[in-house]
Each structure stands twice: as C-alpha cells, then as structure tokens.
C-alpha cells in the first residue's frame, strides 16, 4: 500500500499560536487592576489583542487545523463553562441564551451557538467557541437547520493542513482501478465522551491535481479499545454520502450519528472515509491531511473487508478528521 500512495502539497504556510493558563496572558483573566502584559488589553475581564492595533484579522487568527488560536474578543464565554453538561429537553439546565443541544432521543447536553471557521480563509480563523483548544464551532445535520454548535472533539495533533491532501493515485499518476480506505483513531483522555458527529475535508481541483469534492462516497465509524483498525471491523455506523451540488475548494463534511457512542479512556473511535475515483477515473476525492507522526492514520486498498491495513508512519501525515460531542 505504501508504493501506492501519493501525498501532494501545497506551498501555504501556516502557523499557530496558543495561551497558557496565566492571569494577564493571551484569553485569560485580567489583573485585579484592570490591565495585562504588554499588548493586551482588558476587556469584560478578559486578555485580547486590541482591534485597533494595526493588525488585520488574518494575522491575529493564524490557526493550526487542530483548533489552536489566537483567542477572539467575541468567543461567547457564558457558555465556557456549560458546554457539555447534560440536560433534558427543556434546556432550563443551561441557563438564558444556551441550547440544550438534543442528540438522540433521551440524550442532551448544554452548548451554545456559534460562528464556524471559514475553510475558504486559509490563515484566519473565524471560529467563536471559547477554549479552542477544547471547543470547536460545527453544523450538527441531527438538529436539523443550518445552526452551528460549540462541541468538544477529539482529534489528533495536526499542523501545517493547508492545501495538502490524498488522493490514492500512485507516482506515475495512474488513477486507482477501485475505491481506497483512510481510517483515523481519535481516542480520549476524559473518563467518559459521547461522540454525535464526525467531521472532514475534501479538497476540490487545483491547478495541478484532478479532485473532485462533489463525488459520492461513504464513511464508516466504530469503536474499539485498539488504536488501530482490524481486518474486519465491527463498523457501528455506516453513512453514505450521496453526490454533492455546488462547488467549494474546501469542503467540510459534517456527519450526525444515528445513534452517539459512548467511548471511555483507553478506547477510541475509528473514522474510514472512503477515497472513491469518478466511474472514467480522471478525477477521485481528495482527503485534507496535515503534519504529524502518522501513528493513527490508516489505508488500505480496496473499500471492501477484510481489509489490510498499514500506518502513515513513513509519510510523517495525519487525516484531517475530527469526533465532535461531550466529554466528562
């Protein structure tokens, strides 16, 4: 499988930056008189960058896909603390202009609304959740409506995504003959997460390579206390992707759960994204990947079980996949 897969890069560069957990810094609390470190400034009892600095909004959002960033004046911090704790229908648990966010039939949990990263902007990241470190801003399809929530996620460590991706073809740029599979295990370090979503991204054509975003394909989503996939999974959930209309560079792929599985620690759960080509095999999906040690990205050839699995280790990527739900 290794000889046959090819990972293409763009020239985007991007960086990351991060706060730590001390009073006058970066998105945490003022000092009792009213002031932080030098170039911040304090408002609603909080550490941002001021607006009029002279610095545009992509300089001060420059984000790692993992959701490290710059902290936003604008992040709804009266939820900060509410996001993830159960609730019933009634949403009264979560306090004025919260939701409790339904996501099976006895199963809700408080967050509140947000604005999502723009995937069209490459460096400047958009997304309003607080705690971006823990928090990401997604479209829940289970809700119904176009609405956006704060979930918490498991993801890998990435870095360095923009404009890099898989699209299974070898070398020579000979198209594959079947469909591939790419699995990522996300797994937790809280006691107890409910996983409602799963989420990636597909790249569109560029001006070197053939992708097609918009093609049918399909994802398989399971739980195992191993950290990589088996031959034959016990898939939970299989969701299938019909053709997509319009045309986006990057398109983001929300997908709700029918039923949310519940992993404790030491468990994890595994997403297979299937890397379909088109039926005259001049074009195929193209899987967003970042940077990273490649131990719990997976492929293999052939989108059927038994399936022969092997790590990323050797080409140094991970697949740009995300579990959104609520961690204890």
């Avoid at 730590?20 to 941002?48: I, M």
């Avoid at 705690?131 to 979930?151: I, L, Q, V």
Wanted: net charge negative.
């Amino acid at each position: 499988m290794r000889a046959f897969v090819i990972l293409v890069a763009s020239v985007y560069w991007l960086a990351g930056c991060s706060s730590e957990d001390v009073v006058g810094a970066l998105g945490e609390g003022c000092y009792p008189n009213g002031t932080c470190n030098a170039g911040l400034v304090c408002e609603s009892d909080v550490c941002v960058r001021p607006v009029d600095a002279g610095v545009d909004d992509a300089a001060q959002d420059q984000v790692l896909l993992d959701g490290s960033r710059d902290i936003r004046a604008d992040a709804p911090t009266s939820c900060e603390h509410l996001i993830g704790t159960k609730c019933t229908g009634s949403g009264g648990e979560c306090g004025p202009g919260n939701t409790c966010l339904m996501i099976s039939a006895n199963s809700g949990f408080c967050t509140c609304k947000c604005t999502p990263d723009n995937p069209g902007t490459l460096i400047a990241n958009e997304d309003t959740c607080p705690e971006p470190t823990k928090n990401r801003c997604a479209s829940y399809p289970g809700a119904g409506g176009a609405d956006t929530y704060c979930f918490h996620f498991l993801v890998n460590k990435l870095s360095n995504c923009m404009g890099t991706y898989f699209h299974g073809w070898d070398k020579t740029n000979v198209r594959p003959k079947d469909p591939l599979m790419i699995a990522a295990a996300l797994g937790t370090t809280t006691s107890s997460f409910t996983v409602a979503s799963v989420q990636y991204r597909l790249w569109n054509q560029t001006s070197t390579e053939p992708c097609d975003n918009t093609l049918p394909h399909r994802a398989d989503v399971w739980v195992d206390n191993l950290s990589f996939p088996v031959p034959n999974p016990v898939v939970g959930e299989t969701i299938d992707i019909p053709t997509a209309t319009g045309t986006q560079s990057l398109r983001v792929v929300d997908l709700a759960l029918t039923s949310p599985l519940q992993i404790t620690q030491g468990e994890n759960v595994l997403v297979a994204v299937e890397i379909r080509p088109d039926a005259a095999k001049i074009k195929a999906l193209c899987l967003a990947v970042c940077d990273g040690t490649g131990a719990t990205t997976f492929g293999t050839m052939g989108s059927t079980s038994p399936y022969k699995w092997g790590d990323w280790t050797t080409y140094g990527k991970e697949a740009a996949v995300f579990a959104h739900g609520f961690g204890e």
